[in-house]
């Protein structure tokens, strides 16, 4: 007998419990749902600014433009504070997996989108971000490795929780929106 998804799914997430005040990362059926990630260094920032000691929250809109019969588990990593802000179709977003070096914020979601986080500012050892997959060839060496393996660490990560490879990563140093198709 074939159970189906969303029992299946909230089976799961009940039975997986919540850690540090953190939502559970339940296992899910791999082809009832595709993985998409953003990375960015910060978020656009309207009039604060960055300094020493000083990490304002910048903004990112992130919109599905996708229809709910695939949905997809957003990845969204920053190392500076970032407010996510999404615009899905009800039914897009099974779920948001958030992770940065300073906490993560999402708005615009239904309250029953599980949303995960980690950043280093709650003391967690399993955070992480990439804002590219690769470093521009006039990077120093040095430059080019750091974001190599920060990108395998994204993509490693979300394997682990999610048991699928990322179907799409869009990342820049300083993000203001973008679209998942």
Not at 128 to 140: N, S
């Given at each position: 007998?074939?159970?189906?998804?969303?029992?299946?799914?909230?089976?799961?997430?009940?039975?997986?419990?919540?850690?540090?005040?953190?939502?559970?990362?339940?296992?899910?059926?791999?082809?009832?749902?595709?993985?998409?990630?953003?990375?960015?260094?910060?978020?656009?920032?309207?009039?604060?600014?960055?300094?020493?000691?000083?990490?304002?929250?910048?903004?990112?809109?992130?919109?599905?433009?996708?229809?709910?019969?695939?949905?997809?588990?957003?990845?969204?990593?920053?190392?500076?504070?970032?407010?996510?802000?999404?615009?899905a179709p009800k039914g897009a977003v099974l779920r948001v997996i958030t992770s940065g070096y300073h906490k993560q914020q999402v708005s615009g979601l239904d309250k029953d989108v599980p949303v995960a986080s980690s950043s280093y500012d709650d003391?967690?050892?399993?955070?992480?971000?990439?804002?590219?997959?690769?470093?521009?060839?006039?990077?120093?060496?040095?430059?080019?490795?750091?974001?190599?393996?920060?990108?395998?660490?994204?993509?490693?990560?979300?394997?682990?929780?999610?048991?699928?490879?990322?179907?799409?990563?869009?990342?820049?140093?300083?993000?203001?929106?973008?679209?998942?198709?």
């Open positions: 007998m074939r159970t189906s998804f969303p029992f299946a799914f909230a089976l799961v997430l009940a039975a997986t419990g919540t850690s540090a005040g953190r939502a559970p990362i339940p296992k899910m059926p791999v082809a009832e749902f595709e993985v998409h990630a953003v990375g960015v260094y910060e978020g656009t920032l309207p009039a604060a600014r960055r300094g020493f000691g000083m990490h304002p929250t910048g903004t990112v809109t992130v919109k599905v433009n996708r229809p709910a019969t695939r949905p997809v588990v957003l990845v969204l990593t920053s190392y500076e504070p970032v407010q996510w802000k999404i615009d003391g967690d050892n399993d955070y992480f971000y990439a804002y590219a997959q690769a470093a521009p060839p006039v990077a120093r060496p040095e430059e080019q490795q750091e974001i190599k393996e920060k990108y395998e660490r994204l993509q490693k990560i979300v394997k682990d929780r999610t048991k699928c490879e990322i179907k799409s990563f869009q990342g820049t140093y300083r993000g203001e929106s973008f679209e998942i198709k």
